[in-house]
Nanobody, 125 residues
Framework: QVQVVESGGGLVQPGDSLRLSCAASGRPIDSLKIAWFRQRPESMREFVASTRWSPSNTYYTDSVKGRFSISRDNAENTAYLQMNSLKPEDTAVYYC??????????????????WGRGTQVTVSS
């Protein structure tokens, strides 16, 4: 059974940086497809970024390209989402998601079987 737990959210000002962590258990993280999604109040959960282990590719939604970076530390069995130049519209609950199958699809909620409980990110002056 795979479990993922997010941490690292908080309240920051516009232009600040924040790093979210996604600690995985039950499987080595380099065997998982990992993604970050976010959900604003009264909105659908939306794709932010993902990383696959084979082939090793990363994907980002257009609004975060150049600002966010997804990575993984195999020794820590943890994935990260480095968020730079944060904007108020980045405010949301951020969720880590994991999947054990190596399917090509990566940006849909249904592509992932395992989810964390989320961590709140608030960008406000």
């Amino acid at each position: 059974q795979v479990q993922v737990v997010e941490s690292g959210g908080g309240l920051v000002q516009p232009g600040d940086s924040l790093r979210l962590s996604c600690a995985a258990s039950g499987r080595p993280i380099d065997s998982l497809k990992i993604a970050w999604f976010r959900q604003r109040p009264e909105s659908m959960r939306e794709f932010v970024a993902s990383t696959r282990w084979s082939p090793s590719n990363t994907y980002y939604t257009d609004s975060v390209k150049g600002r966010f970076s997804i990575s993984r530390d195999n020794a820590e069995n943890t994935a990260y989402l480095q968020m730079n130049s944060l904007k108020p519209e980045d405010t949301a609950v951020y969720y880590c998601a994991a999947e054990t199958t190596n399917s090509a699809s990566y940006r849909w909620v249904g592509d992932y079987a395992y989810w964390g409980r989320g961590t709140q990110v608030t960008v406000s002056s």
